[in-house]
């Protein structure tokens, strides 16, 4: 499985990102998707995840009711809808798969990633 996100940018805080993530490869369709971050400094941390079916997400705490995840199985994409965002937010972003089961925070346990696109949110 391959994946390559795109969507980062320079954004104002209070303003809107959408990252999307395109995975290529066989069985695209079955494969649990997360995105991590990485801000300069700081480990790379869970931001969200969702099931192969869409059905259930997660989110980090610092990012829930301001991102969204979602996914279209169709076309093999997810995507992070980031609303709010905060000068805190500002990071380099990667989608992240695997065929495990449930969602799952640890980066570990996620086989692929894509290259990362860096957000950056500007006071």
């Known amino acids: 499985v391959q994946l390559q996100a795109s969507g980062g940018g320079l954004v104002q805080a209070g303003g809107s990102l959408r990252l999307s993530c395109v995975a290529s490869?066989?069985?695209?369709?079955?494969?649990?998707m997360a995105w991590f971050r990485q801000a300069p400094g700081k480990e790379r941390e869970f931001v969200a995840g969702i099931t192969w079916s869409g059905r259930s997400t997660d989110y980090a705490e610092s990012v829930k009711g301001r991102f969204t995840v979602s996914r279209d199985n169709a076309k093999n994409m997810v995507y992070l809808q980031m609303n709010s965002l905060e000068p805190g937010d500002t990071a380099v972003y990667y989608c992240a798969a695997d065929y495990i089961f449930g969602l799952q925070r640890n980066s570990a346990l996620y086989k692929y990633w894509g290259q990362g696109t860096l957000v950056t949110v500007s006071s």
């Open positions: 490869g066989s069985n695209t369709g079955s494969i649990l």
